[in-house]
């Protein structure tokens, strides 16, 4: 802050004369009191953040993080309101105003505490990435404000657009550096038990903002979105804000009748096609790309209206899982479009109860 406050007070009294330099001298003392805002918040959360970072508690971080960005909202935005209302009383407060102050200190200090919005933010993302083991990001946010970024705005600004234009180096300092850390962020990707268990978690740096819209090089096809058509008209149960839209996520439909465009994309009797359904029955690791051999598909099976084939098809699939050290199957298979494998009801519950007994069965028996 030294350095900036010695580039700032040459500018000015080179370019605005002593009454600015004065004004100057008064929002400097209020931003001191906005940094000092900043630093409590990022003093007190830093010991939490490194004590959790280190224990690998995700969930108690980003749980944090919503108290300290919160603070950080409300210290920025009742600091530049107050500014914003009466920038005078400032004045009033550090000096003994004469008309000629108190008639250039309303632009002065309103342009610069805009840079009050993003200041406690900026400074608390110092904190933030010295706990996580971050000090290169903390350090470049810390010269880019205090040096950098804003030096240059002094000198820049003042040339191109007039002396008053100097106002705004902070606000365009803070401005970028936000940006910087926002989108040169860390992301947690983590392995959890259930939702909030989290078992082991890793930090990915992002060192600059992605943007796919239009594909990569290396894309044969640029990504898509392929399920927009399944998205519906409900309302989806969201975990934002503590499940805040339950009672509208949980709600009785309106009508349990399906509309007619949306019953013309499901299989049934007019569109089905038994060629596109008769894939092989076999175990196929998507992650090892190991596969098993196949067996004659769901619907052969059924047409055998046989119990004992059922089974021993189950043991079959059983044995090839326990093998392979598969622990999931996404199977058997069943139409219940009244096509062939379920044409009959307590066939299908009898072949299918088998398959699924027998494979379940499996590794029980083996034990």
Not at 131 to 153: D, E, H, N, Q, T
């Amino acid at each position: 802050m030294g350095i900036l406050t010695v580039l700032f007070n040459r500018q000015i009294l080179k370019c605005l004369g002593t009454d600015a330099l004065s004004v100057y001298g008064i929002i400097i003392n209020v931003s001191t009191f906005v940094q000092c805002c900043a630093y409590s918040i990022g003093q007190a959360a830093q010991p939490m953040l490194s004590t959790n970072f280190g224990a690998g508690e995700g969930d108690r971080i980003r749980e944090l993080q919503r108290y300290t960005l919160a603070t950080a909202a409300a210290f920025a935005l009742v600091w530049t309101a107050v500014c914003m209302a009466i920038p005078n009383g400032f004045v009033r407060v550090f000096m003994a105003p004469t008309d000629a102050s108190l008639a250039i200190a309303p632009g002065i200090i309103r342009r610069y505490a805009l840079s009050f919005l993003l200041l406690p933010l900026n400074i608390y993302s110092t904190y933030y990435f010295q706990a996580l083991m971050k000090p290169g990001i903390s350090l470049a946010v810390s010269v880019a404000r205090g040096a950098v970024i804003s030096g240059i705005f002094i000198f820049v600004l003042p040339a191109l657009f007039g002396a008053g234009a100097i106002w705004f180096a902070m606000p365009l300092t803070e401005l970028l550096v936000a940006v910087y850390v926002l989108e040169q962020g860390d992301y947690v990707i983590s392995i959890n038990s259930d939702s909030h268990t989290v078992l082991d978690f890793r930090t990915y740096t992002v060192d600059k903002t992605i943007r796919y819209t239009d594909g990569r090089a290396s894309d044969d096809t640029a990504a898509a979105n392929q399920f927009a058509f399944a998205k519906g008209d409900v309302t989806y149960l969201s975990r934002a804000d503590g499940f805040a839209n339950y009672v509208e996520a949980t709600a009785a439909p309106a009508t349990l009748v399906l509309a007619d465009s949306y019953k013309d994309t499901f299989v049934n009797n007019l569109n089905y096609d038994p060629a596109a359904f008769n894939d092989p029955a076999s175990i196929n690791n998507n992650f090892t790309g190991m596969g098993s051999i196949g067996f004659p598909s769901a619907v052969m099976i059924a047409a055998t209206w046989n119990t004992d084939l059922a089974t021993r098809f189950g043991e079959s699939i059983g044995k090839m899982a326990d093998e392979m050290g598969v622990s999931g199957w996404y199977a058997p298979a069943m139409n219940v479009h009244r096509s062939v494998f379920a044409a009959d009801v307590l066939l299908a519950a009898l072949v299918l109860f088998l398959e699924w007994k027998t494979v379940k069965g499996y590794k029980k028996r083996k034990q």
